[in-house]
């Protein structure tokens, strides 16, 4: 699924069929700022699902995050822990690293 908000900023993601435990990758890019939240929140809604899932967020191509887009992913990485799943992060770009590294606990990168 391929979704690109006003803001440029699209959202692919991948999931695994429901019987294997692979996880949901999403790919985001562009800005991730208060315009694109929605979008990001639809998306690792739709990925999360109301089931265990283990989301892997790869921020390689994100030109832009501010707290707004911070925000999401933190509270997403919340409600996916309450139902028995996982969120990490993964490839993170300069952009997305400079905040991440402010708040290191919050989430963590994978590998």
Avoid at 13 to 22: C, D, G, L, W, Y
């Amino acid at each position: 699924m391929t979704v690109t908000s006003a803001a440029a900023a699209p959202v692919t993601t991948a999931a695994a069929p429901a019987a294997t435990a692979a996880p949901v990758i999403i790919r985001l890019s562009g800005d991730l700022d208060i315009g694109a939240r929605p979008l990001i929140r639809r998306a690792l809604s739709a990925a999360q699902g109301g089931a265990r899932a283990h989301i892997i967020v790869d921020l390689a191509d994100v030109t832009f995050l501010d707290a707004a887009g911070f925000g999401v992913l933190v509270a997403a990485r919340g409600y996916a822990i309450m139902a028995g799943g996982s969120l990490t992060v993964r490839s993170p770009s300069y952009a997305a690293r400079r905040i991440m590294d402010l708040f290191p606990r919050d989430l963590p990168v994978a590998g």
